[in-house]
């Protein structure tokens, strides 16, 4: 009986394959393709699919000094942040300072998530991106604001590259000598550090007074446009060449200084000096750092005093000069050299044509050699001294309209009662009961 009925199974079984069978030789020969195509991309699918997992989120590890921070006051300027440690991290901090248009000047300091008014010398940016075009127009519209109010009889520009603590007696009495003989003048700061709450209390002395000081941030697109400072800028920024082992904050300065004057006219001081008397009829002129003591004639010019009036061509082959030779590693090859060896090319070449500037001596503005400055801080002790102070007086009020300190030999040196800088700045000061006379380094 169970024989039977295996046999049976049997028999169902063949008949249903001889049924299949006969089933597909009847049918056509393009439906038999079809269905063999359907199973091999059914089987390419199924072997060849890719499973991917979903990526997490990346986590920013952005430090405090490489993202944008609230800022005090709601315009667009200067100095800047970049520490120069090694070459690679140095290109990235430095390119993170600035691709945004709202930073300044590098300014070396290691920034801590607690404290938050360092935060603010470094990035002026709020922490929501403005949009670039209204950056530019609040840095445009501070500018000609000021300069409409003011009325100004002369212009000066500084640069202020470093943080605001270390902005001291020394930079702030340039400000005092400088209003002491241009009470009627005005004077632009243009610095990241300084353009903040705490800056304007520094400064809020010469506002008492009436005298027309502004510290602004810059906004470097806006300054650099229509100029061959633009496309130095935009290489910088998109990493194209290193910014040197100088610290890239000092070549923006040189540079910045440039462009202002070009674009706006005035004087630019460095922020150590001691202003004798008024400059204001002064027009483009450079000074001479050193003469040549067998041809009488300068060896080295010096950028730390430009006074130019606005699109001046000289100072667009200054600018050419800097963004086509630049040189980060060499001290000096944007700044002082530069200026050198531009005017230097008019005084060999036959062919140049006259640009209509001069080239004052160095008692104008650098009277005392960087070597012998430290003699100027100290007081007589015998009646030599006496004498010979009395004489380098005598020869400044006469012949000088600046001293320039010369802040890396003199900057901890103590300003001797009786000495020659002391009998300057007495003679040059507005508020000449502080206690800056005194102020030692």
Request: net charge positive; aromatic share 10%.
């Amino acid at each position: 009986m169970e024989e039977s009925r295996r046999t049976e199974q049997v028999v169902l079984l063949h008949s249903l394959k001889r049924l299949i069978v006969s089933f597909v030789c009847f049918l056509p020969v393009s439906l038999v393709g079809l269905l063999i195509m359907l199973l091999l991309i059914y089987n390419s699918f199924s072997v060849f699919s890719l499973h991917l997992d979903p990526i997490p989120p990346i986590k920013s590890t952005l430090s405090l000094n490489q993202q944008q921070v609230p800022q005090h006051h709601p315009s667009v300027s200067l100095s800047s942040a970049a520490t120069l440690t090694s070459s690679s991290k140095s290109d990235s901090s430095l390119l993170l300072a600035v691709k945004e248009t709202t930073l300044g000047l590098a300014q070396k300091q290691n920034v801590s998530s607690t404290k938050t008014e360092r935060r603010d010398e470094l990035t002026p940016a709020t922490a929501t991106q403005k949009p670039q075009g209204k950056t530019r127009q609040r840095f445009k519209t501070r500018i000609n604001s000021f300069l409409i109010k003011s009325s100004c009889e002369s212009l000066f520009f500084m640069t202020w590259i470093s943080s605001l603590e270390s902005y001291g007696d020394r930079e702030r009495f340039t400000v005092e000598s400088l209003f002491k003989s241009h009470s009627n003048s005005c004077l632009i700061l243009v610095s990241n550090s300084l353009d903040c709450e705490r800056g304007a209390l520094i400064l809020k002395p010469f506002t008492d007074k009436g005298l027309k000081v502004l510290a602004i941030k810059p906004d470097f697109p806006y300054i650099f446009k229509d100029t061959s400072a633009e496309k130095w800028f935009e290489r910088l920024k998109k990493g194209m060449f290193s910014p040197g082992s100088i610290p890239v904050e000092q070549n923006l300065s040189n540079l910045l200084r440039l462009v202002l004057l070009y674009k706006y006219g005035g004087i630019y001081l460095d922020t150590d000096f001691i202003i004798l008397r008024s400059v204001t009829h002064l027009h483009n002129v450079i000074g001479a750092q050193a003469v040549d003591p067998a041809t009488k004639q300068w060896s080295r010019l010096n950028n730390a005093v430009l006074i130019f009036d606005k699109n001046h061509p000289l100072l667009e082959k200054f600018i050419n000069e800097f963004s086509r030779t630049f040189n980060g590693n060499k001290w000096g090859h944007n700044g002082p050299y530069l200026v050198s060896r531009v005017v230097a090319r008019f005084n060999t070449s036959s062919s140049s044509t006259d640009l209509g500037f001069s080239v004052l001596p160095p008692s104008a503005f650098y009277p005392v050699d960087w070597t012998r400055i430290r003699r100027f801080y100290r007081a007589s002790v015998n009646e030599s001294e006496v004498n010979w102070s009395r004489k380098r007086l005598t020869h400044l009020r006469k012949h000088s309209f600046a001293v320039h300190l010369w802040n890396r030999e003199s900057k901890k040196l103590r300003v001797e009662e009786g000495s020659i800088i002391h009998q300057l700045m007495s003679e040059s000061c507005i508020f000449c009961n502080s206690s800056s006379l005194h102020f030692s380094y």
